[in-house]
């Protein structure tokens, strides 16, 4: 079964740090997101991207935040400072288009700022 | 997107049938229902999608009654691989493209 790969899998960095969280959507698909989890809360949604540009985001993805699809397989969110709150579990998602719901997660990337 | 409504948390038993029910009063007329199932430290994973009437696959049933206010997931004979928290998201097909995940249910399977 195809599966959306991440990478690390767990990432500890200091505040202020620049860190980059990688992925690998499922190939033929065309919808990635990304999402987070701080511990024990909700699943909150980041950003989607499509054709090489984001269609939505949310409030929580602010200036700090980027995301880029540097080449045919990968798809990559950047946080430039982190900063404490930052600490969460990062979820990269794709589904093959949005006339269908079911989209296809990674196992995550739990991110630690200290 | 219409906002949902499910417990907390419920209990159940290996080999006993198990509903979760969710409330979304405030569907629209083209908002679709999905579950997905999240276990311990990993994404979440799509279990069903419905509209109307009732849907079943392999691993579940769905059901929504003809107001569409309120939607059961059922799983049948549960196991304790089982124990996981089940959400329920409601929004458009065609713009489905930022799924908003609630708090969920957590269900607890007991031997």
């Known amino acids: 079964e195809p599966e959306v790969t991440q990478t690390p899998s767990h990432q500890v960095t200091q505040m202020g740090q620049e860190v980059i969280l990688r992925c690998v959507p499922i190939?033929?698909?065309?919808?990635f997101y990304w999402y987070r989890q701080i511990l024990g809360q909700k699943v909150e949604f980041l950003v989607s991207?499509?054709?090489?540009?984001?269609?939505?985001k949310s409030e929580i993805f602010d200036d700090q935040f980027s995301v880029e699809r540097p080449d045919g397989s990968n798809f990559t969110l950047k946080i430039r400072s982190t900063k404490l709150e930052d600490s969460a579990m990062y979820f990269c998602?794709?589904?093959?288009?949005?006339?269908?719901?079911?989209?296809?997660f990674g196992q995550g990337t739990r991110l630690t700022v200290v | 997107l219409a906002k949902t409504t499910q417990p907390i948390s419920m209990d159940s038993y290996e080999g006993q049938e198990v509903n979760i029910t969710c409330s979304h009063n405030?569907?629209?007329?083209?908002?679709?229902i999905t579950w997905y199932q999240q276990f311990p430290s990993q994404g979440p994973r799509f279990i069903i999608q419905?509209?109307?009437t009732k849907v079943t696959n392999e691993v579940a049933s769905l059901f929504i009654p003809a107001d569409r206010k309120s939607s059961t997931l059922s799983l049948p004979r549960v196991s304790l691989s089982d124990t996981a928290v089940y959400y329920c998201?409601?929004?458009?097909?065609?713009?489905?493209?930022?799924?908003?995940f609630g708090s969920g249910t957590k269900l607890n399977v007991k031997p």
């Open positions: 991207f499509y054709n090489n540009e984001i269609s939505e």
């Open positions: 405030n569907i629209a007329t083209n908002d679709y």
């Open positions: 998602a794709s589904s093959e288009d949005t006339s269908n719901t079911e989209a296809f």
């Open positions: 419905g509209y109307k």
């Open positions: 190939s033929n698909h065309l919808y």
């Open positions: 998201l409601v929004g458009p097909l065609y713009n489905f493209n930022k799924f908003y």
